[in-house]
């Protein structure tokens, strides 16, 4: 079993920056990764940006490349996801996942475990 416990989030202007960190807690594994994901309004949840725990290769979706960055902490086994120039479409509850099976980093169905989701708005 996998706790995620994120933070974060909230509102800002378009252009501006936010932060979301996720701190883990339970059972990992040598395949261990964290990701994040989002669910914009009325949309399917979607792949935002991963790294693994052991060699940190991380993996970004193209509409957040240059903009996002996902980074670690291994001390405290928090993932932590930086926003810069954030756009309206950037709008979405935001969501960290565990993935403990390996597969692949960018596919909701290798993650089992799941934060509650924290809300980020970006106004125009």
């Known amino acids: 079993q996998v706790r995620l416990v994120e933070s974060g989030g909230g509102l800002v202007q378009a252009g501006g920056s936010l932060g979301l960190a996720c701190a883990a807690s339970?059972?990992?594994?040598?395949?261990?990764?964290l990701g994040w994901f989002r669910r914009p309004p009325g949309k399917a949840r979607e792949f935002v940006a991963a790294i693994t725990w052991s060699a940190g290769t991380i993996y970004y979706a193209d509409s957040v490349k240059g903009r996002f960055t996902i980074s670690r902490d291994e001390a405290k086994n928090t993932v932590y996801l930086q926003m810069n120039s954030l756009k309206p479409e950037d709008t979405a509850v935001y969501y960290c996942a565990a993935n403990i099976r390996g597969g692949s980093r960018t596919s909701m169905t290798w993650y089992d475990y799941w934060g509650q989701g924290t809300q980020v708005t970006v106004s125009s």
């Open positions: 339970g059972r990992t594994s040598s395949s261990f990764a």
